[in-house]
């Protein structure tokens, strides 16, 4: 007894995201330039992925935890000054942190030399937070703590306000 074969339904693969140097989007955060490489559409928003450069004595982000998501940052040049609840880490070029949900951390350049860091977020929410904040800058709202603390909210991040 033999059994025929089913004719099997063609899939297409799925398209691939080719995005060159000079393309992305870019937000514009005070003295941080990021540029959105991949913001989540072409991965299901299981991933994104942003370029940053950090300007010579950059502070950054409020310490804070994310709820649901994964960070990764690959320092591509410069130092990027990790702080993780009470630790600093300066992480050069070639380090990799990876930042899991639940842990406090921010990141800063603390030197004279610009850093360049290539950022994940996994799943991808937390790209509207930038993009919610640079609207809020283009509206003329200040960054200010609250501002920060109110729009992170919204992406199941919340200042780690123990170790402000």
Known sequence: MTEEAEPHASHAAPAISV??????????????????????SHTGHRLAIAESVLAPHTQGPPQHRHAR?????YVLSGTVRF??????????????????????????NPTDQPAVMLSTFTPDLYVQ???????GLAGGLPLTPEANAAAMSRYATEPATDFA
């Open 19 to 40: 995005v060159g140097p000079g393309d992305g989007e870019t937000i514009v955060l005070g003295t941080t330039r990021m540029r959105v490489l991949e913001d989540g």
């Open 69 to 73: 998501q994964d960070e990764g940052f």
């Open 83 to 108: 702080t993780v609840g009470d630790e600093g880490h300066d992480a050069t070029t070639g380090t990799l942190v990876i930042v899991p949900p639940g842990t406090p951390h921010t990141f800063a």
């Open 129 to 135: 937070y930038f993009r919610d904040l640079q609207e």
